[in-house]
Every structure is written in structure tokens, then in C-alpha cells.
């Protein structure tokens, strides 16, 4: 009889646990078989290089790629052949790099946008409050139209989205990119936040330092394999780590 290669569901103790990821790009092995996990309220860091593997992760954790070998299991359902859409509807909302919002509607319209899947208005209601307390500029211009915001409100705007979705776990690509150094400093405050309020937070991040400063655990990815991990504050002093992603 012929070896199956479906891999058999084992319950995880973990919020999200990844075994032996396997992604393609056409003929291309973007993830080698990668491994790892996140617990409940911990922030968790992925950092490497361009190229490294880093977003492909997080895509694929949800829905945007489909495995070609491994295992997800977020909130011990197997997440490798959930579609994108009912993703959020698990309590696992995506953040990607570049914010993608609806620049044509106003703050407010998309910050409802994030809520379509929730049913309770009052729940609806306190998300939001929760949004504005924690981004009281997205109040103070929620009838503007997206478009006109500055950068680092779009990203305070996408963020917010996010958490309209009431997740349990947040995934973060590139929250940083293109901001000033006072909004890149005021962002990770906001993801620190996210943990106060009961959130799960994965990261992706280029400013490792920022990234490992903030983090419980850091997982460093290297075209396509993860080649070391540990504790944040243990990787920050770690010299090979300094001197590949800290520029020290």
C-alpha cells in the first residue's frame, strides 16, 4: 500500500504552532521546513534579511499561500486549508506590509470594514471605543477620507482595522516601514498595548532592535530555515546577531 502524505492533526498546547512548513514559489522552495510556535499573550518576532522567508509566513499562515508540506494549528484547528476570508472569523487577523486600506472611504467606514464579520454591535461598540482610546487621532478624523492621511496614521488606521475584527491573535507585517523615528517609536508602544489588552501578537519587522525590544521570543530567518531562536532579551546580546541585524 502506498505511504500517504497527509500529516496526522496532533492538538496543540500553543495558540499557534507551525511543524515543518513547506512553501513554493513555482520551482522555487521559498520555506524549507520551518518550525515554530507562539503562546497565548506572548509578542513573538520573526527577523531576517529581504528575501528571508519572513512575509511567505505569514501569508500562508493566513490563507493568502497554500503549504505544499507541514502543519498549522491555530487555537488547535488545523489552518492548512482555510480560506483567507474565514481566517479572521477564528480570531486571527492579518496586518499586511503597505496597510492597504480603503483610501476612497472615510476613517470611520474603515474601521467598520472590520468588523463585518462580528455580529455583536455592542461588542462592535467597545472595539472601537477601544481603537479611539488607543489611536485618538483616528477619532478626531474619522470622517476624513483615508487617501489624505499621513503614512503613519494610515498605519495607525490599519492596525485599528484590525482590532475592529475583535482577534485574539494579531499579525504584523512591517508596521514600521516607511515611518519617521517618533511614529516608529509610538507604533511599538501601540503593540505593546495590544498584549495589555489581551492580544496575541506575531511580528515581522526589518528594525530587528525595535522588534527584539518589545518581543517575548525571536525566531531569526535566513532564506528560508530558521536559524536560530530563543529569548529576545538573550538574541539582543547575541554577537552574530548584532552584527548581521543590529548594525553593531
Known amino acids: 500500500m ?10 496543540s498546547e500553543h495558540l499557534l504552532e507551525v511543524n515543518d512548513l513547506q512553501v513554493n514559489y513555482g520551482v522555487i522552495r521559498a520555506l524549507k521546513g520551518i518550525s515554530f510556535y507562539v503562546d497565548r499573550g506572548e509578542i513573538v518576532s520573526l527577523i531576517g534579511a529581504n528575501g528571508a522567508g ?9 490563507g493568502l499561500l497554500r503549504p505544499v508540506g507541514g502543519q498549522m494549528i491555530y487555537a488547535n484547528q488545523d489552518l492548512s486549508k482555510v480560506p483567507a476570508h474565514k481566517v479572521v472569523s477564528m480570531g486571527l ?28 454591535k455592542s461588542r462592535i461598540e ?3 471605543k477601544l481603537v479611539f482610546s488607543l489611536f485618538p487621532r483616528l ?18 488606521l490599519a492596525m485599528g482595522r484590525a482590532l475592529l475584527s475583535d482577534p485574539e491573535m494579531v499579525v504584523l507585517d512591517e508596521p514600521s516601514m516607511g515611518l519617521s523615528p517618533l511614529l516608529v517609536s509610538e507604533v511599538f508602544d501601540i503593540i505593546k498595548t495590544f498584549r495589555e489588552n489581551g492580544k496575541t501578537v506575531l511580528l515581522v519587522e526589518q528594525n530587528a532592535k525595535k522588534a527584539m525590544s518589545i ?5 531569526v530567518l535566513e532564506t528560508g530555515s530558521i536559524i536560530k531562536e530563543g529569548k529576545a532579551s538573550d ?3 547575541d554577537e552574530s546577531i548584532k552584527k548581521a541585524y543590529l548594525g553593531e
Open 215 to 219: 518581543s517575548d521570543r525571536v525566531y
Open 139 to 156: 477619532e478626531e478624523r474619522k470622517k476624513q477620507m483615508a487617501g489624505t492621511l499621513s503614512g503613519g496614521e494610515q498605519q495607525m
Open 54 to 62: 519572513k512575509t511567505t509566513t505569514l501569508h500562508t499562515i493566513t
Open 2 to 11: 502506498a505511504k500517504s502524505n497527509k500529516t496526522e492533526f496532533v492538538p
Open 235 to 237: 538574541l539582543i546580546n
Open 93 to 120: 487577523v492579518h496586518v499586511p506590509e503597505g496597510r492597504r486600506i480603503f483610501q476612497s472611504l472615510s476613517v470611520y467606514e474603515n474601521l467598520r470594514m472590520g468588523a463585518y464579520s462580528q455580529k455583536d
Open 126 to 128: 467597545e472595539n472601537m
